[in-house]
DNA sequence: CTGTTAGCGCCTTCAC
DNA sequence: GTGAAGGCGCTAACAG
């Protein structure tokens, strides 16, 4: 059907052809081969410069079973924490010789399969996953398994057992900002906090309680809201934690989005920010810095780190020092970056 | 060296042997040749799906000569820019059974090369390419068209002739900007210009003067400064055009960036926003409508558009329906986005 | 030190 | 309708 083109490409063959030697050779001194001859080395390594010889991955990739070459599926490229995260994949496949092979799912679970069948039939030698939202079905990953194609999750796991994991405990940088805020005087801390349902919010809640425990101040179940992460919703939230009996005088949001949202609502309620009350939050995107009122602090999740952790994870797994039923699970700590004291 | 390890995975040698006919066979009935009895192709195909069979694509690549795969090559990827383009890269690809392969320069001539280096021993069947800002040496973009992998360039543009681009004309947005302002009543536009040797800065100063000119207003060239995109710089820049004698009421920034920067000066010398002074930007960001005080409009750029038409460009260069001289140059327009009347 | 050979999985031309 | 054979470029036994 499809006509294969010659690339033009030289070859070993022809190299061996024009200097009399066998093809071995040629492949052997390229790879500087002890057994070669200085000699016949040099003129192999000359006349491959100028032909311009390359070798051919995809021959390689063939004959040797693996590509070098790992598939990274994410759910949506343009959200800043994953195309963090994917920089530090990405930087952390290349000094390691391996490519990177990209799909994103946009939180669609058929997309999330086929990617994830057309990496498989690439031969990827593993994959990075962070799961969709909506992904509820697990049977691709079951298929890479069957395939030995090891999988590192990350940020968004699912929930199955004997799995590669990396991602980022919330609980202790949510202690962090709010032992911030209550060194600052704070008493009534409010959090507007993500669906219930989330791991993520989860963590933070439960943040929020050990923190107040800490200190040995009783927690208040009225002053965590779990909103849906609009702007509407948002506003709904300012709404009741503004109108409690106890004055809120801090709140911590789910994410940074949700923050500038809970600003602007602070701002028409004629309240003066950092002064009639304080907001914290999660470190989502790097441009709230820029915004005219940024929280005092927020909490770091380290997505370019997590990246390169999950990088790393797979390429020691992709380098067989693992027993094949050892699973990782690294969770790493996030951090209270302070902006404004 | 390397232990070539047995994937384990099925092949058509296998499906063969099981039902005692031909390899030969067995590849035609799984691609539906004609000439293949309707019961022999039902048998195959069901064994097939029972051995849970999937084709070697390392094997099609390396026996087609043509890998399905375009290698990217961009900057930066956590630039909102850029992983919006990328989006769009990666959706049109897939939808066309492309896959993408990823190299972020970091605008590192050094790793640029590299990356292009390894693409092409990978194989791509062509590129798709914004170079990075320090990039004078181009030999690596010309070792690609001595390899016949068609490079398609985006956004960030090299000085080559004959190179296929697709970009974003700049002036046409500028010219609707200003044509903006003045229709607000404003009549002393103040402009905030990047680095004079941009193609984007000129496009910039361009389509300002254009638009005057359409209005038969007079262009002063002291309103438009040059600034280097620091927070520094933009204060500099701002102290300047609010110390001119003609009072300055709207500005023109560079990006969504040095707005944000501006209008912190503006504040701190108490102006009001989209009263004593308005700002119009350009898109890079799609967070400047969290900022307590957005641009009343901005140049939208299309990034995700822009990747897309330089992926169907790509693809139908690679679907070789194009002279060999024939050099593709897409201009897309921008186009002003108002977010407050 | 170097050459010969086989084979990776698949497709395709040629023969039957 | 089906089979046999060759070859894509490279590596790695196995022989010298």
Chains 1, 2 share one sequence.
């Not at 989330?198 to 809640?205: I, P, T, W, Y």
């Amino acid at each position: 059907m499809r006509k294969v083109v010659s690339s033009g490409q030289p070859t070993i063959k022809e190299i061996a052809k024009k200097l009399n030697i066998s093809v071995s050779t040629v492949s052997r001194a390229l790879h500087d081969h002890h057994s070669i001859g200085l000699r016949t080395k040099a003129r192999v390594k000359q006349l491959a410069a100028e032909m311009n010889y390359e070798r051919n991955q995809t021959a390689v990739y063939f004959q040797q079973g693996r590509t070098f070459t790992i598939g990274i599926l994410l759910p949506e490229l343009s959200e800043a924490f994953f195309s963090s995260a994917i920089s530090g994949i990405e930087d952390t496949a290349y000094s390691n010789d391996y490519t990177v092979l990209l799909g994103q799912s946009h939180d669609d679970e058929a997309r999330e399969k086929q990617i994830i069948q057309s990496m498989k039939q690439h031969r990827v030698d593993g994959c990075i996953v962070s799961i969709g939202k909506n992904t509820r079905n697990y049977d691709h990953f079951e298929m890479l398994r069957q395939a030995k194609i090891p999988v590192v999750f990350f940020d968004r796991i699912p929930d199955l057992p004997n799995i590669h994991t990396v991602s980022c405990n919330l609980e202790s940088g949510t202690i962090q900002a709010v032992d911030f805020l209550l060194k600052k005087g704070h008493r009534v801390i409010g959090m507007i906090n993500g669906p219930e349902q989330l791991v993520a919010s989860k963590e933070r809640a439960t943040g929020y309680i050990k923190a107040l425990r800490k200190h040995r101040l009783k927690y208040d179940p009225e002053l965590i809201v779990n909103a849906d992460l609009t702007a509407a919703g948002t506003s709904q939230a300012m709404e009741y934690l503004l109108s409690l009996r106890r004055k809120v005088t801090a709140i911590v949001t789910f994410n940074d989005y949700v923050a500038m949202d809970a600003v602007q609502y602070a701002l028409k309620q004629k309240l003066e920010i950092n002064k009639d009350i304080t907001f914290v939050s999660y470190a989502n995107t790097p441009v709230s810095g820029y915004t005219a009122f940024p929280p005092a602090a927020s909490v770091e999740q380290f997505p370019y780190e997590q990246g390169k952790a999950a990088t790393n994870m797979l390429l020691s797994l992709l380098s067989g020092e693992h027993a094949l039923n050892e699973y990782n699970n690294m969770l790493m700590e996030s951090q209270l970056v302070i902006h404004d004291r």
